[in-house]
């Protein structure tokens, strides 16, 4: 077992270290990560006994999974700190966002969260948002809002833009960064809170069906988001809200704690969120089939826009015919946070996390043998060369793996414990590896298979795994 703490460069307890420069590290070797040195507090429950939450809060799955893994922490009602693995997570997601929003020409930026209350009382939204937006006043008695949103920001930065001409556009710009909304009853963890990460898209185009064509663009981006991410998740009709427009669809995740009601068509001609229809509509316009009705937590939404915030800021650009003419706008968001939440909430089981693969934090968990066992000292040799040749077959998976160096515990239970805290891939030095070849056990968690494999069988599987 020292020697497979040594691979993973951190120091053997009562082995004395040899001096070395204090920057210096082997070229090309990424360092392995021991479970019991990564910051994640767990509380994972044992037998058959499950987490309460706080007296009178209410919970469901995600919560209570994110804060048993140590995922997530409450500091005060809606604000969570995001630890480490959390954050590994939504790196990756926003990592998949940056690609689907580059891929239809998004450029990335970043707005400040402060902005100053007249645009958005220009917009007429100060007063609409009411209790729902963060207001405070600096010392030269100044208003400002923590931003929920962007568009009077981005707006008036694309108005300062004097030389704007139609040949810069469509112009399509976005962000992802915390927003803060002041909800009256934070729930449900990262569903539903004060303080939360979201991507946001603004677009500018030269003409209502140039408009139109963006709109359609990103939606089908969104779509193939979340196919990638494997979440089944619905575009549905909704209202513009708060933040208006002639059109406007939700990307809702289907579940039972969803607090949107939907109703669908079971052919996929018509869906919506049943605050968009007018009384009881229990048939399909288009094929007449009956509407089924389920619930769905929203984690993506797009508004069609218009001039709703081009003609208050005055955002134009040059016609060809060289004349000023409002840009046609639209926005766009995906709630990063709540994408991580949502998606833990409908592919996990009561007591075992499960993430869409290509966003786990780690895809890879490997279990050495107990300490004292008969198979440690062979264990630890094979596991090794699984470790070396993985580096070097797959580098792309060398800092995406863990090694459960409990060794003091059984490996029947860091088994369940990596079960619990969903690895899409663990591999067990068990009994088989002194067979000739040695023989390694296999789970991989999201097919629900136990596979028992080479040395090469192992680099096979995990050659097909993807890390954004």
Same mark, same amino acid.
């Given at each position: 077992?020292?020697?497979?703490?040594?691979?993973?460069?951190?120091?053997?307890?009562?082995?004395?270290?040899?001096?070395?420069?204090?920057?210096?590290?082997?070229?090309?070797?990424?360092?392995?990560?021991?479970?019991?040195?990564?910051?994640?507090?767990?509380?994972?429950?044992?037998?058959?006994?499950?987490?309460?939450? #706080?007296?009178?809060?209410?919970?469901?799955?995600?919560? #209570?999974?994110?804060?048993?893994?140590?995922?997530?922490?409450?500091?005060?009602?809606?604000?969570?700190?995001?630890?480490?693995?959390?954050?590994?997570?939504?790196?990756?997601?926003?990592?998949?966002?940056?690609?689907?929003?580059?891929?239809?020409?998004?450029?990335?930026?970043? $707005?400040?969260?402060?902005?100053?209350?007249?645009?958005?009382?220009?917009?007429? #939204?100060?007063?609409?948002?009411?209790?729902?937006?963060?207001?405070?006043?600096?010392?030269?008695?100044?208003?400002?809002?923590?931003?929920?949103?962007?568009?009077?920001?981005?707006?008036?930065?694309?108005?300062?833009?004097?030389?704007?001409?139609?040949?810069?556009?469509?112009?399509?710009?976005?962000?992802?960064?915390?927003?803060?909304?002041?909800?009256?009853?934070?729930?449900?963890?990262?569903?539903?809170?004060?303080?939360?990460?979201?991507?946001?898209?603004?677009?500018?185009?030269?003409?209502?069906?140039?408009?139109?064509?963006?709109?359609?663009?990103?939606?089908?981006?969104?779509?193939?988001?979340?196919? #990638?991410? !494997?979440?089944?998740?619905?575009?549905?009709?909704?209202?513009?809200?708060?933040?208006?427009?002639?059109?406007?669809?939700?990307?809702?995740?289907?579940?039972?704690?969803?607090?949107?009601?939907?109703?669908?068509?079971?052919?996929?001609?018509?869906?919506?969120?049943?605050?968009?229809?007018?009384?009881?509509?229990?048939?399909?316009?288009?094929?007449?089939?009956?509407?089924?009705?389920?619930?769905?937590?929203?984690? !993506?939404?797009?508004?069609?826009?218009?001039?709703?915030?081009?003609?208050?800021?005055?955002?134009?650009?040059?016609?060809?015919?060289?004349?000023?003419?409002?840009?046609?706008?639209?926005?766009?968001?995906?709630?990063?946070?709540?994408?991580?939440?949502?998606?833990?909430?409908? $592919?996990?089981?009561?007591?075992?996390?499960?993430?869409?693969? $290509?966003?786990?934090?780690?895809?890879?968990?490997?279990?050495?043998?107990?300490? !004292?066992?008969?198979?440690?000292?062979?264990?630890?040799?094979?596991?090794?060369?699984?470790?070396?040749?993985?580096?070097?077959?797959?580098?792309?998976?060398?800092?995406?793996?863990? $090694?459960?160096?409990?060794?003091?515990?059984?490996?029947?239970?860091?088994?369940?414990?990596?079960?619990?805290?969903?690895?899409?891939?663990?591999?067990?030095?068990?009994?088989?590896?002194?067979?000739?070849?040695?023989?390694?056990?296999?789970?991989?968690?999201?097919?629900?298979?136990?596979?028992?494999?080479?040395?090469?069988?192992?680099?096979?599987?995990?050659?097909?795994?993807?890390?954004?």
């Amino acid at each position: 077992m020292e020697a497979l703490l040594r691979r993973c460069c951190l120091p053997v307890l009562g082995t004395r270290q040899p001096t070395r420069p204090r920057h210096s590290s082997t070229p090309g070797r990424a360092k392995r990560l021991l479970l019991s040195q990564l910051f994640q507090p767990l509380s994972l429950p044992v037998g058959e006994a499950g987490w309460e939450g #706080r007296p009178g809060e209410p919970t469901c799955r995600s919560q #209570r999974l994110m804060l048993q893994g140590g995922l997530i922490h409450p500091t005060s009602p809606g604000c969570y700190c995001y630890l480490p693995p959390t954050v590994r997570a939504m790196e990756k997601l926003v990592r998949l966002m940056d690609e689907e929003m580059q891929a239809v020409g998004g450029q990335k930026l970043n $707005l400040p969260s402060l902005s100053s209350a007249e645009p958005w009382r220009a917009s007429g #939204r100060w007063d609409q948002m009411g209790p729902e937006l963060f207001r405070l006043v600096d010392r030269h008695n100044h208003s400002y809002c923590l931003g929920p949103t962007h568009e009077e920001v981005v707006t008036e930065l694309v108005a300062s833009q004097s030389n704007l001409s139609y040949k810069q556009l469509p112009l399509r710009l976005y962000q992802v960064t915390r927003k803060f909304r002041d909800e009256p009853k934070p729930r449900f963890g990262l569903l539903r809170s004060r303080e939360f990460y979201m991507k946001d898209m603004y677009t500018f185009d030269a003409s209502e069906e140039a408009a139109q064509h963006t709109y359609n663009q990103v939606c089908d981006a969104y779509c193939h988001l979340f196919s #990638r991410l !494997g979440l089944p998740v619905v575009k549905v009709r909704a209202a513009t809200g708060s933040i208006g427009g002639t059109t406007s669809h939700e990307f809702q995740l289907p579940a039972d704690i969803g607090e949107d009601r939907l109703v669908l068509c079971p052919e996929g001609h018509f869906a919506a969120n049943v605050e968009t229809l007018n009384g009881e509509q229990t048939s399909c316009p288009t094929c007449g089939e009956r509407l089924t009705e389920t619930k769905g937590i929203e984690v !993506g939404h797009t508004f069609f826009l218009g001039t709703k915030y081009s003609s208050v800021s005055n955002a134009v650009f040059s016609s060809p015919e060289n004349k000023p003419q409002l840009a046609q706008m639209g926005c766009y968001g995906l709630g990063v946070s709540r994408i991580l939440a949502a998606s833990i909430e409908v $592919l996990s089981t009561e007591d075992s996390i499960r993430w869409p693969s $290509l966003i786990a934090p780690y895809q890879l968990c490997f279990i050495p043998p107990k300490r !004292g066992s008969k198979e440690e000292e062979e264990g630890v040799a094979q596991l090794e060369r699984v470790y070396d040749s993985l580096a070097e077959a797959l580098p792309h998976l060398a800092g995406d793996s863990v $090694l459960d160096d409990r060794t003091q515990l059984t490996i029947g239970k860091r088994l369940k414990d990596a079960n619990k805290l969903g690895y899409p891939y663990v591999v067990i030095a068990g009994k088989r590896v002194y067979e000739d070849p040695p023989v390694f056990e296999v789970w991989n968690q999201n097919a629900g298979e136990v596979l028992f494999l080479t040395k090469e069988g192992v680099i096979e599987l995990l050659s097909k795994v993807q890390v954004p």
